[in-house]
């Protein structure tokens, strides 16, 4: 068997953390789930000021960093 | 665990303005919300069209930018109660996948070996040449800047 190329390695890792995010997502969302939802937990994090700065920013920087350059 | 929705304060309504001025979770009229979608659509349209490093690409995230910190600043929409806590198992979940995405960004930062250990931008960025593709990201990436406004 030929050896899987360091890049579809890359590519696997990424594509499996982020299926693991959506799946964690669809868990949150049953009902008496204890994991928080995305929207909860960002909700938390966004309580005080400047969390909600910070997140804002981050939003802001991933359109920059995805649209604009 | 709380996971208690019951609008508290004046944390839920912030800014200067009284509770009975914020405004609403759902525009007034369907009318106001179609036309706020259609604009929405027509600008991320406009806005995919923009050439990357140009002034064009560079308004068209610094507009969008610059609206919704004026509204959060100056006049937050009624706001999504946040949780008083989380739960730290169910929270330990989100932290463990982060860690493990920012871990393997970092690695193919680290490595610089394009295109043997692509960053996630690396993969994405070819994904978004595609007009439309870039315009639904760029609606997706405004929709969910109206979200975190109102969290």
Do not use: D, I, N, Q
């Given at each position: 068997m030929p050896p899987i190329p360091t890049r579809a390695i890359t590519i696997i890792g990424f594509l499996t953390v982020v299926a693991a995010m959506f799946v964690l997502e669809f868990l949150a969302r049953?009902?008496?789930?204890r994991i928080p939802t995305v929207g909860q937990w960002l909700g938390y994090l966004m309580r005080p000021k400047i969390g909600r700065v910070l997140i804002l920013l981050g939003w802001w920087w991933l359109g920059w960093h995805y649209f604009a350059r | 665990m709380a996971r208690d929705r019951t609008p508290t304060a004046r944390r839920d309504y912030?800014?200067?303005?009284?509770r009975y001025l914020a405004l609403p979770?759902?525009?007034?009229h369907a009318v106001l919300a179609v036309a706020v979608g259609a604009g929405l659509i027509v600008y991320a349209w406009f806005d995919g069209a923009a050439v990357p490093f140009s002034l064009g690409a560079f308004l068209g995230v610094v507009i969008p930018g610059a609206v919704l910190g004026l509204i959060a600043v100056g006049r937050p929409p009624e706001r999504v109660p946040p949780p008083e806590e989380l739960d730290l198992t169910g929270m330990s979940y989100w932290v463990i996948c982060l860690a493990l995405f920012f871990e393997w960004e970092a690695s193919a930062w680290r490595d610089s070996s394009w295109p043997w250990h692509p960053s996630f931008t690396n993969l994405l960025a070819p994904l978004l040449v595609p007009h439309l593709v870039k315009s639904v990201a760029i609606l997706v990436w405004l929709v969910a800047g109206w979200a975190l406004v109102r969290r």
């Open positions: 049953r009902p008496g789930s | 912030p800014g200067r303005w009284p979770r759902r525009p007034a």
